[in-house]
């Protein structure tokens, strides 16, 4: 990749950067960080005919997430409760946006490595190899 390349790629990633952390600087509402999971269950009734014959009920939904660096499950309930569903996709955006970022600079780190080798010019024992 030349110099020139170099520079179109750095000034592609930056404009790509920028419009990210304008969305990320846009978001405004609250969000849960963990996601929806779905179990079945066996009840606790002794004579229940599905789970005599070693079927559960369900699915039950259940948010997972971690909180005090433990991992819970906290009961939702069958249908989907579309505020907390609406901030985990927030979160996940979220989320998704600053890995981005995170690529962007890695892959700007790179580029500026390689712009400078190209403009580094070698020094010899007769002087500069311009």
């Known amino acids: 990749m030349n110099t020139s390349e170099i ?7 930056c404009a790509e950067r920028n419009i990210i952390e304008q969305e990320l ?9 963990g996601s929806i999971v779905p179990q079945m269950r066996k009840c606790s009734l002794a004579n229940c005919s599905k ?3 070693g079927e559960k009920h369900g699915p039950f939904l259940y948010l997972s997430t971690v909180i005090n ?5 906290k009961y939702i309930g069958k249908e989907k409760d579309n505020q907390l569903v609406s901030s985990l996709k927030r979160y996940k955006a979220f989320k998704d946006n600053i890995s981005r970022i995170n690529k962007i600079h890695k892959e700007l780190g790179s580029l500026w490595q390689q712009y400078r080798e190209q403009l580094t010019v070698e020094i010899t024992d007769n002087g500069l190899a311009l």
């Open 25 to 33: 600087l846009k978001t405004r509402n609250k969000m849960v960080r």
């Open 7 to 13: 520079r179109q790629a750095v000034s592609r990633l």
């Open 51 to 53: 789970c005599t014959k």
């Open 69 to 73: 660096g433990k991992s819970i499950h």
